[in-house]
Nanobody, 123 residues
């Protein structure tokens, strides 16, 4: 049974940092692309960052230079280091597993999702 469990969210002031984690189980972590998405109230779910099986990464323009996605294959865990946070980064953050053969930040190409962790950035 595939499970993804996020943690690390919280409330921070603008300019602050948070590190999100996504612990996975129930499948072989290494071969799959993994991503972070976020969703603010009233908005569509947005792909934030992706890491492919080989460690290559993609980011949405709004977080480039501020967020870093990484993974630990031995721990089957995905991370998102978020620096220089601003109020526009507020939302529920989800980790997701990519469908085999896909490596983009579309929600349609991800088929397993965690329950989310809330990030709130105040000005």
């Amino acid at each position: 049974q595939v499970q993804l469990v996020e943690s690390g969210g919280g409330s921070v002031q603008a300019g602050g940092s948070l590190r999100l984690s996504c612990a996975t189980s129930g499948y072989n972590f290494r071969p799959y692309a993994m991503s972070w998405f976020r969703q603010a109230p009233g908005n569509e779910r947005e792909g934030v960052a992706l890491i492919n099986w080989d460690g290559t990464t993609k980011y949405v323009d709004s977080v480039k230079g501020r967020f870093t996605i990484s993974k630990d294959n031995a721990k089957s865990t995905l991370y998102l280091q978020m620096n220089s946070l601003n109020p526009e980064d507020t939302g529920m953050y989800y980790c997701a597993r990519g469908r085999p053969g896909y490596g983009d930040l579309s929600a349609k190409t991800h088929n397993y999702w965690g329950q989310g962790t809330q990030v709130t950035v105040s000005s």
